[in-house]
């Protein structure tokens, strides 16, 4: 009996899950922006392709991480601006507050060491991301200059369990 091929996924489910968990993200972001900011001890490594469709921030500062970059808002971030697509923030460089635009797209890990709690994101689709609106909004975090705790990769579903205390 000759074998046949899976179905094609016509529906997309992986990149829906995907959006999905960037909306936690987002929704993270929206609690920190809050008057009061982050709650507890509640802080966020947040790593981000550089050379992804909609990142802006100073070159000098863009330049040093060719590939990936690592912020954590924790104490020292001004501004942060989470929108529909991107979020700003305004984080301390060299000693020099400096802003920073990141499409939730471009978000390829998030954690937040005080609970163990971490996303991983597949990174396949930066050329096909959606274009990024034009917001005014920044906020200062200081660099985490790759120090971020590793994240496991990613499988093809994301399993919360690894994260959640027992």
């Known amino acids: 009996m000759a074998q046949d091929k899976p179905p094609q996924d016509l529906m997309h489910y992986e990149a829906m899950a995907q959006d999905a968990l960037r909306g936690v993200v987002k929704a993270a972001l929206r609690k920190a922006a809050a008057p009061g900011g982050l709650p507890g001890e509640h802080h966020f490594y947040i790593t981000?392709?550089?050379?992804?469709?909609?990142?802006?921030?100073?070159?000098?500062?863009?330049?040093?991480?060719?590939?990936?970059?690592?912020?954590?808002?924790?104490?020292?971030?001004?501004?942060?601006?989470?929108?529909?697509?991107?979020?700003?923030?305004?984080?301390?460089?060299?000693?020099?507050?400096?802003?920073?635009?990141?499409?939730?797209?471009?978000?390829?890990?998030?954690?937040?060491?005080?609970?163990?709690f971490g996303l991983q994101f597949e990174a396949a689709d930066l050329e096909a991301s959606t274009l990024v609106e034009t917001e005014d909004a920044a906020t200062d975090e200081p660099l985490a200059d790759d120090a971020a705790p590793a994240v496991e990769p990613a499988a093809k579903v994301v399993s919360l369990d690894q994260f959640r205390k027992k």
């Open 48 to 116: 981000f392709k550089t050379q992804a469709p909609g990142v802006s921030g100073p070159p000098e500062v863009l330049s040093k991480y060719p590939d990936e970059m690592t912020i954590i808002l924790q104490h020292q971030y001004w501004d942060l601006a989470p929108g529909e697509t991107f979020f700003t923030v305004t984080l301390k460089f060299g000693g020099q507050p400096k802003r920073l635009s990141i499409p939730y797209t471009a978000v390829v890990r998030f954690f937040d060491p005080w609970v163990q």
